[in-house]
Structure formats: structure tokens, C-alpha cells
């Protein structure tokens, strides 16, 4: 469930409470298939299931820190053996499908079980949303965030689900209304002021951390397959590839730098010709995944200029940034920043998107457009505002080269793979 938000609230009381009177005529909670007044209600007190209906407080809880900590395969056996005893608790079944999702698994009968027990509970059809977006079915998505939002006018993480999936559709309107309903609800917030900037064409200068954040953290599990199985994304080893191309390891090979390392797909391309291997990283989920590759003798999780302020100078021989301009529009401190932590005839490789055409109403007097934020929350930037920048900072330009960055939704995004000397 890439990018979307999932729902669970812990403390939502799920014991049963003294129904009302068009209550009393539903079938029984505890599962004898007679209305309610027939069976527990009958006689004027409610009688004890066979089974609970649900776990404790204290349970919900720790199956949620399960959840967010990662830890999916352990809570999907844990969870087995909770329905066992509660085989009717909602929050679990709930809670079961998305575990069995994020292992990449199928979750949405357990969701559908969830909601069959508990169908007017916003966040079952907003994580049952989820999956069918997951799916491709976007129409079902769709339906099942709106009802979310009718159960819950105020549900902010439906808003953002059902806007980002609008948006991808290209129906701007719609998904504008959803993240102003979202800033309406949490004012102030600038992942989604990121998102309204993007689609109202407000040309900021960079997404901000906690957008960046919190993109990566929900996709780091599902990274590296998405990027090079569906996207057709080999960026990191083509940048590697221009590296040795134009520049010779020594014996002692290089210190390297990888900024926005991610996963650590940079990484593992590179490792063999450096000496030391730095990373980089805003995202911890993702840095967890580098770290676990056990090639970096160092990572560092901060924002890009702040880990380089605090490096030396003539520290590195190369710097790579794979797909990680795209978050960043302006980069002239950036560039700087590299040409002084760089040594001398060292490199940096780094990819960038396609600036292809100018907006109807851009900047006036005839000025081109360095950056600029696109409706898809990324930057791109045109070539002759790197070109300033590298003649400005004493860069030679080794090679500037067309190419597909990755495909994305079925048509190509297209961009350039750089390297300059320092």
C-alpha cells in the first residue's frame, strides 16, 4: 500500500454496548444467526459468547507496535492464534489483512471479513481502498474512500488516500478539494501543503523533509521490487557505469558518498571500487534496508546539506545522487556543497527529470525556468540551469546524457544521467 495511509485506532472500543430498538433486529453478534432480541438481549440482560468478541486494550496495542515496527510474519502467526479465540473481533481481521498485504501477500478477504462484521467503520473501508488501489482497481478504490469519508467526514488520512489516487488519474479538481480538506483538518501541515503547491503550480523550492520522509518510510519494503520490476529503473548502475567509464580506480580504491542512498541500490553497484562507503538518508525505514546489506561503513540519516556542512573539505573522490533532485528544485547549495567536500579531479554523478516546456504563464521578461514543481509532487530541472551551475562552481562536464529515466504508469519519464569533474 504505497503512500497510503492505514488505519487502526487501538483504544476503539469493540465489546458490545446496549443496543437500540432497530438494533435489537439485526442478526446476533455472537453468531447464532437470530436477530439480537431473540438471542442475547432475550430475557433483558446479554448473555456471554462462546468466544470473545475481541482482545484487550493492551492486546490492540501491541499488535499496532507490531505493525508499524515491521514485524509482519510474527504478527500474522500471532494474530492466527488471537482468532481462534476472538474469530469475530473486527480490529483484527482488520489489522490481519493489511500485515498479510505488506508481506505481499493477499489481505483482502480478511478485509472483507472485517468489514462484514463491522461495516460502517471508516477505517476498514479506507485500508480496503487501499488494496484495490494496489490492484489497479481504481474505480472500487475510489467508491470505498468516498464511503470512508461519509462514515467519516473528517477521516484525514481517507482525504489524502482518495486525493492522491485522483490525482494520478488526472482529475486535479477533485484531488485539490481532498488536500485542502486535509489542510482544513490539520492546518499547517506541509506534506500536504507539498501536494497543493504541486497541483496549484506554486514553484517552491524543495518538497519538504517530512514529505520526503514519509514517502520512503511507506515504500521502503516495497523499493527495490517496485523500482526495478515495475518502473524498469537501473539509474544507479548506469550512473556507476559513467563513473568508471571516465575515471580509473586507483589500487585503494575510492572514498564515495551516496547521497539519498535509499535501499542502498547505489550501493551495492559501487561497492566494489570504493574504500569507503558513506550513505545518506532522510528515511529510516530505508536506511534499516541499506544497513542491512551490510556494505556502508557508515550511514548517516539527515537532510543532504546538513551531513555534508558537517563533512570536510577534499573528503570524497566520488559523489552519486540517483532520483534524488527530484525532491529538490533549487540545488545551487547543494552543487556548491559538492564541489567543496569533493577532491580535486573528483566526481559526481547524479540524475536528473526532463524540464520539457515552460508553463503558459511563466516567468516574465523572457527568463527560462531553472526548476519546477510538476503536478506529480517531483522536480524537474532544464539543462542549461545545471550547465550555470556547473560552469559557476569550476565543474567540467564529462557527459550529459539523454535517457528514460524509469516508466511510470505505462509511459516513459525522461530525464538525463550526469557526470562532472571536479
Sequence with gaps: MVGRSQSFDPEKPMTYSTPSKEEQLEPCPCGSGKTFEKCCQEGGEQKKPDKEIAPTAAERSQLVAMLNAGHHAELEHVIKALLERCPDAAFVWNLFGVSLEMQGKDGLSALQKAMTLLPNDAEIQNNIGNVLGDRGRAAEAEAYYRQALVLNPDFFGAYG??????????????????????????????????????????NTERAPGQYVEKVFDEYADEFDAHLQQVLGYDAPERLVALVTGHLTPPPQKWNVLDLGCGTGLVGLAIAPFARQLVGVDLSSKMLEKAQARKIYQRLERLDLLAMMHGEKSSSYDVIILADVFIYIGKVDEIISEMKRILCP??????????????????????????????????????????????????????????????????????????????
Design 161 to 202: 488516500n482518495l486525493g492522491g489516487m485522483l490525482r494520478t488519474q488526472g482529475k486535479m479538481d477533485e484531488a485539490l478539494a481532498c488536500f485542502q480538506q486535509q489542510l482544513r483538518l490539520a492546518p499547517g501541515n506541509t506534506v500536504v501543503a507539498h501536494h497543493i503547491a504541486a497541483i496549484t503550480g506554486n
Design 345 to 422: 579531479g573528483g566526481v559526481v554523478a547524479f540524475s536528473i527529470e526532463t524540464l520539457d516546456a515552460l508553463p503558459a504563464d511563466g516567468p516574465s521578461q523572457g527568463d527560462p525556468l531553472e526548476y519546477q514543481l510538476k503536478d506529480t509532487g517531483r522536480y524537474t530541472q532544464s539543462v542549461g540551469y545545471m550547465g550555470r551551475l556547473a560552469s559557476a562552481n569550476g565543474f567540467l562536464i564529462n557527459a550529459m546524457v539523454a535517457t528514460q529515466i524509469r516508466v511510470e504508469g505505462g509511459k516513459p519519464v525522461n530525464g538525463y544521467l550526469a557526470l562532472w569533474q571536479s
